[in-house]
């Protein structure tokens, strides 16, 4: 398992450096450094003075040329110096530092509401084959599936704050346990619940035909305690392989949701700093981002084999 | 399966350990507040409250925690501030500005010539990043070396001594004391503000590294992250004494949250919200304000294909009902229909000669075009369409290309580098705004047509005319009070209209963008709150207007 793990490691090494390396060369070679940008959008009045400009940029070090200014970044990077901001000139670190947790609480929150409810309303499905209550189930999953967060932020805020008139407008960050978490959480859950509710509705369905479940039945054992004895353990174990996908579909959903509820979190940094082209934020994000990744796979691949101990002896023959 | 169940719960406790790292470091942001409150929001956070920007956002709320040197009051009457008194030479190139005696920052010290000195010069400074620093200090001696950062200090600047600063300039400035009132360019304790290098120290205005103000807030706490910025009175205000207890500045970006946020009396104000239902959400007193010399046009390139042909500009023109385009992009105001490039200052043309709508001649304009024909000329492409009343207005323009000149290929975008490739340097026509700060004809052209104007450089892809510079140049040697002043500067404007540079589009009215219940709200052509102490909130209309939502 270790020497998995050391693999997985040095070979995430060149793959983050191959995309530290593209998305240094989209931004500098494609929206350009945050001063030409701020004179490109400048309105009227404010005088476009080349001599000028040049000075800002060289006073902020973006004169040098673009293998330069990476190999600095590379260097800084590798004694755990994200640089500063090119636009606040605040410290990149601690700005993720203090985003990052936030983004954490709220994708953790949301992976257990919609793991546990997922599992569920999977389950639930699949011990209902092909009654209404499947089909309202699966119907449903793929509703969700198909609805953009951008759709169903707003729509739910009217809903519940507006029309319903039941809570608060949830708004910025006010710690985890406040009522403003609710349906930013739900939102971020509610798109991968569809892809648990599958997994686990198709893995039952696959376990209900086995011969112990049958035998098991057989012996009058409750059907409550088959459930939770003999079936969830296969179920989980596909349920888990796709943490690794929903994790990124999170990631990628909190640009979106922290835009619309104004959480502070990675998600809302990422926004304004590709707004604004200011690339050691935009770098320093891709490379925790591809961490996060990465981590949630390995994490899913240690896992897996306590759920299945059949995966391991297929990587292992692999 | 024991093994795995207490592998399983290590892991759980895990998370639940890492999802609780950041509930202590974040906070709870919520807290019931006492007093006179008044809740902003903000739709962006820059993570940049320092007072030199000089374009964003956040200097719109300058005036809150910065006394700028004088400012215009409602009636667009300069008044004293940090500097009580002024006066220029004969030929204006000399000012000299004296510092009130009760100037005192937050911390009860004196506000110095030197303060006002190194802040200015500081503003000056590249690394400073000051985008509007120019309009005010471009005319002082020194002001190019310090700009290009070869010095630190303008030479143009000498201090008198503790309470009196004297101003060099270039060239004769009649207005220099009215560009100088601005919260752009406010006195700083400059020991805070500034290194050894003569660059800013950063973050240095912040509470936590102790920023001491001059303005009636001061901050208590500023979240950069969460963008929640937290005033309080200023104790040595040397003011009149601030209404207000408090002024918190919360950052929603979503514009239906922050509408909603308003309706309920979550909130009070905004920094700038445009939506197409903003009236019909909020109530006009909304969006009501003042008249703004700042009028928002399509600027033709004078240097790109088709529009650097003076007949494809006019046949552009006059295929456009320009009325009709304005009340489709605002049915319900609050801005009025533009004409001539000034509004609101002395001078306005009352003669100005409209442009007309004629699509007669608009065809036989393109006809005798090098063109000759709609289907000769390229793709005709728009920036700066980045609000739905912008998008109406350029739609509404393309489309009467199309029925009246056949012109197809048109294409709109919210900003220049929204286009790629080789189109981004293409773009025919921009959508932009030029106006002043101050109540000048002459400033207000310098800055919109005259050739060194970022308008003419940039919007109009470097348009010069040398008749133009010149009467410019000549009129704004004259006194405020010679009546050649306006005359030239009228001339200008007309020799302007002839050479069908632009779509005349709106004057706009600065919305306080405050709910009714907030009073005192007035805002002037420096985009602040004038009179930051007199703001309050009406609680009794308040709990009557939110009632029930």
């Known amino acids: ?318 | 399966m024991k093994k795995h169940l207490i592998m399983l719960t290590i892991l759980l406790c895990l998370a639940l350990m890492l999802s609780s790292i950041g509930i202590f470091a974040a906070g709870s942001q919520e807290e019931a507040e006492g007093g006179q409150v008044l809740r902003i929001i903000h739709p962006r956070n820059s993570g940049n409250w320092s007072p030199f920007i000089g374009a964003g956002h956040e200097i719109r709320w300058n005036s809150l925690q910065w006394a700028s040197p004088m400012y215009f009051d409602k009636n667009g009457k300069i008044q004293p501030y940090v500097f009580s008194e002024w006066s220029g030479n004969a030929d204006n190139t000399v000012w000299t500005f004296t510092i009130a005696e009760n100037a005192v920052f937050s911390d009860g010290s004196p506000i110095t010539a030197e303060d006002v000195k190194g802040s200015w010069d500081l503003c000056v400074r590249p690394s400073t990043q000051h985008l509007r620093v120019d309009l005010s200090l471009s005319g002082v001696v020194g002001y190019d070396k310090v700009s290009l950062g070869e010095t630190i200090e303008m030479s143009g600047l000498v201090i008198k001594d503790s309470r009196t600063i004297e101003v060099t300039l270039s060239k004769p400035d009649p207005i220099f004391y009215q560009k100088i009132a601005t919260a752009l360019i406010p006195p700083v304790k400059i020991s805070q503000a500034r290194d050894s290098n003569g660059d800013q120290i950063t973050e240095w205005w912040t509470p936590k590294n102790g920023v001491v103000v001059s303005g009636p807030f001061m901050p208590q706490d500023m979240d950069l992250d969460s963008g929640i910025i937290t005033l309080v009175k200023n104790p040595n205000f040397f003011g009149p004494e601030p209404k207000l207890d408090k002024i918190i500045i919360t950052t929603v970006k979503d514009e239906q949250t922050a509408t909603l946020l308003l309706q309920r009396g979550e909130m009070d104000a905004h920094t700038e919200l445009m939506t197409t239902t903003m009236i019909q959400d909020l109530g006009k007193e909304f969006v009501d304000g003042a008249m703004l010399a700042k009028g928002h046009h399509f600027w033709f390139s004078s240097n790109k294909p088709p529009t650097d042909d003076i007949n494809v500009r006019k046949a552009l023109i006059m295929a456009v009902d320009i009325k009709k385009m304005f009340e489709i992009a605002f049915p319900n105001g609050p801005h009025q229909p533009a004409t001539q490039i000034v509004n609101k200052v002395k001078g306005v043309d009352p003669d100005y000669k409209e442009y007309p709508y004629d699509p007669e001649a608009a065809r036989a304009a393109l006809a005798a075009s090098s063109y000759g024909n709609a289907a000769n000329l390229p793709k005709l492409m728009f920036v700066g369409i980045s609000t739905p009343s912008h998008e109406l207005a350029a739609q509404y323009i393309a489309e009467q290309w199309r029925q009246v000149l056949g012109i197809e290929g048109t294409e709109m975008k919210p900003q220049q580098d929204s286009y790629q490739g080789p189109d981004q340097m293409q773009i025919q026509i921009f959508r932009d705004d030029v106006g002043t700060r101050v109540p000048d004809m002459v400033s207000y052209l310098m800055g919109a047509i005259h050739s060194s104007s970022g308008n003419a450089q940039g919007k109009m892809g470097g348009y010069h005319n040398a008749k133009i510079d010149a009467l410019l140049e000549e009129a704004s040697a004259k006194s405020v009070d010679d009546p050649a002043r306006i005359a030239l500067a009228q001339k200008a404007q007309r020799i302007f209209r002839d050479d069908w540079q632009y779509i005349p589009y709106y004057y706009e009215t600065m919305s306080k963008w405050a709910m009714p219940w907030v009073l005192n709200f007035d805002k002037n052509d420096d985009w602040q709150v004038i009179e930051p102490w007199a703001v309050s909130i009406d609680e009794e209309l308040k709990a009557k207007m939110t009632n029930g939502k």
């Open chain 1, 1 to 318: 398992m270790w020497k998995y793990i050391g693999d997985r490691l040095l070979r995430w090494i060149p793959t983050v450096l191959v995309v530290l390396f593209v998305v240094y060369a989209l931004v500098f070679f494609g929206a350009g450094d945050p001063i030409k940008l701020i004179f490109l959008r400048a309105p009227g009045d404010i005088a476009y003075n080349a001599e000028r400009i040049e000075a800002m940029r060289e006073a902020a070090g973006l004169n040098r040329s673009f293998l330069v200014q990476f190999w600095n970044y590379l260097l800084h990077l590798g004694q755990g110096d994200f640089g500063n901001s090119l636009v606040s000139g605040r410290s990149v670190g601690s700005m993720i530092a203090k985003a990052f947790p936030i983004t954490l609480q709220m994708g953790l929150a949301a992976g257990a509401f919609l793991t546990i409810f997922g599992t569920a309303l999977g389950v639930i499905a699949a011990l209902n084959h092909n009654r209404w209550l499947d089909n309202v189930i699966s119907g449903f999953a793929m509703g969700i599936w198909g609805v953009p967060v951008f759709v169903s932020g707003p729509l739910l805020m009217i809903f519940f704050v507006k029309v319903l008139g039941i809570m608060a407008v949830p708004y910025g960050w006010h710690g985890l346990f406040n009522s403003r978490v609710i349906l930013p959480m739900l939102v971020l859950a509610i798109t991968p619940m569809a892809l648990i509710i599958r997994q686990a509705r198709s893995a039952l369905l696959q376990v209900l035909s086995e011969d112990y479940i049958r035998t098991a039945r057989s012996k009058g054992i409750p059907n409550i305690q088959i459930v939770v004895r003999h079936m969830m353990r296969p179920v989980l174990s596909p349920v888990v392989s796709q943490l690794g996908i929903i994790m990124i579909n999170m990631l990628n959903n909190a640009v979106l949701l922290e835009t619309v509820f104004g959480i502070p979190g990675v998600g809302n940094l990422a926004v304004e700093s590709i707004t604004s082209s200011d690339y050691p934020v935009i770098l320093a994000l891709v490379f925790i981002g591809s961490t996060v990744v990465l981590m949630v796979n390995l994490l899913v691949d240690i896992v897996l084999p306590f759920l299945d101990p059949r995966s391991l002896s297929k990587k292992e023959t692999v």
